[in-house]
């Protein structure tokens, strides 16, 4: 089993929909999830941060957590064609049990969203 | 705040040469950086974390001796790729975590694009 783990894309969506980005981790002791952004050519650009269960929203961005289930996802609301991009989930790295700073990244998932 | 920059942004050199990319945390102090590697079409691959005054940790597989990391302050952060080859032509990105922050989160620079001749 992959440390962490993204649902398979690429995902496809009509522009003003709602995209639904799914990631799950392995390591309970994890406490810091992030969703990056990234365009090709481009690097990864942090857009969401969550480190409690439950919804945190930032503008269309809305990140969810559940530490019990071990799952974090990213919704993008009124999906706009500029959102296309490969979205990386990223938690923080676990070593002897505990947390420290190296994050562990999926592997992607491609967004299209088509006018 | 949290921007992380990266120079040059896209260099070419001949087969044997070294290269150093810089890494700088422009309104922040970066306790921890990171370096990556990314190949067309896959994931992000960590090199190597280093923090400030002391030696840096390499991935496994990774040649410490062909890949030289400097944390000289906390806001800068060197990448010596030596003698370089064909091989090691990749997308380099740096990363930075602030030291005022519990949550590791990482702050990523605009990568450099090595191209070896």
């Known amino acids: 089993q992959k440390e962490v783990e993204q649902n398979s894309g690429p995902l496809s969506v009509p522009e003003g929909a709602i995209a639904s980005l799914n990631c799950t981790y392995s390591d309970r002791v994890s406490q810091s999830f992030f969703w990056y952004r990234q365009y090709s050519g481009k690097s990864p650009e942090l857009i969401m941060s969550i480190y409690s269960n439950g919804d945190k929203e930032d503008g269309r961005f809305t990140a969810q957590l559940n530490k019990a289930s071990q799952y974090v996802s990213l919704l993008i609301r009124d999906s706009q064609p500029s959102d296309s991009a490969t979205y990386l989930c990223a938690v923080n790295g676990v070593r002897g049990g505990t947390s420290y700073g190296k994050l562990t990244f999926g592997q992607g998932t491609i967004l299209t969203v088509h006018p | 705040g949290a921007v992380v920059s990266q120079h040059p942004s896209r260099v070419i050199c001949k087969s044997g040469t070294s290269v150093k990319i810089e890494c700088r945390s422009l309104?922040?102090?970066?306790?921890?950086m990171f370096w990556y590697r990314q190949f067309p079409k896959q994931s992000l691959m960590l090199m190597a974390t280093s923090n400030e005054g002391s030696k840096a940790t390499y991935e496994q597989g990774v040649e410490k001796d062909k890949f030289l990391i400097n944390h000289a302050s906390l806001t800068l952060s060197t990448l010596t790729v030596t003698s370089a080859h064909p091989e090691d032509s990749s997308f380099y990105i740096c990363s930075a975590s602030r030291g005022d922050s519990s949550y590791n989160e990482q702050f990523f620079g605009p990568g450099t694009r090595l191209t070896v001749l």
């Open positions: 309104d922040f102090q970066a306790t921890t």
